[in-house]
């Protein structure tokens, strides 16, 4: 096997240990999260779902936005991280997204998991991977039915979920590289337009605990505010 090939095995066994069982497990517990194991791709054949309980939040078309929106996100000693969203790619990601952000709901959250040079992955509640906003939004992908023409390239903004096409929630990943394998399987929702910087700082600099990312609570960068700028 050559090196670009486990490269792209490892990263997509990575991410998608993260991503797809990033709102919860089926028990709730985090060693069934843990075990929970990467992607149809990758042979996996054991992997979180939805917890229990969690309804699938719609938007009228009077609440959907539209058009270009954009935030910025206070991260604490690293520094600030400028988004652009699309929310004529993907509308209930973005509102779903916006009006978290409004709400003060991802102030004093964290980034949770990161792996070097790939990826880091927060907005979760409770620290750990398995927090949720008590919903679950639909998922805006092609593999979902929904045509987004968004990339995961570097510098994008995308929905983390469960195994459940529609098991997002809250928590969102930012690329910190090109991994475009993930287009049409999650929801990618934006691009940083600025503070790339910052991402690559939390990403060579953050202690993790294991090779899936995971930070220890001490060590994990804090979300200060997000602020919605229009």
Same mark, same amino acid.
């Given at each position: ?38 992607? #149809? ?19 009228? !078309?009077?609440?959907?936005? !539209? ?6 996100? #206070? ?39 990161? +792996? ?9 509640? &409770?620290?750990?991977? *398995?927090? =949720?906003?008590?919903?679950? +939004?639909?998922? &805006? ?9 968004? !990339?995961? =390239? ?7 979920? *469960? ?16 991994? *475009? ?11 940083? =337009? ?11 600099? *953050? ?24």
């Amino acid at each position: 096997m050559n090196k670009k090939k486990f490269f792209s095995i490892v990263m997509c066994i990575a991410l998608c240990i993260g991503v797809m069982t990033a709102c919860g497990s089926s028990s709730g517990s985090g060693s069934s999260k843990a075990a929970s194991s990467a992607s #149809e791709s990758a042979g996996s054949s054991q992997q979180a779902s939805a917890p229990e309980g969690n309804k699938l939040k719609e938007f009228s !078309s009077d609440e959907l936005l !539209s058009g270009k929106h954009h935030v910025q996100m #206070e991260i604490k000693d690293h520094g600030t991280v400028t988004i652009e969203l699309d929310a004529d790619q993907a509308p209930v990601t973005v509102t779903n997204f916006v009006d978290l952000a409004k709400q003060g709901f991802y102030n004093g959250t964290t980034f949770h998991r990161i +792996i070097p040079g790939q990826f880091v992955q927060g907005g979760d509640p &409770e620290g750990n991977g *398995t927090g =949720t906003a008590g919903y679950n +939004i639909k998922g &805006e992908f092609s593999a979902n039915g929904v045509n987004n023409t968004l !990339s995961h =390239t570097r510098g994008a903004i995308s929905m983390a979920r *469960t195994s459940d096409y529609n098991g997002g929630s809250c928590q969102f990943f930012i690329m910190d590289a090109d991994y *475009t394998a993930f287009d049409g399987q999650y929801a990618c929702f934006g691009y940083v =337009t600025d503070g790339m910087d910052v991402i690559d700082d939390i990403c060579s600099n *953050t202690r993790v605990q294991d090779q899936n990312g995971m930070v220890a609570k001490a060590d994990q960068p804090v979300i200060s505010n997000i602020s919605v700028i229009d």
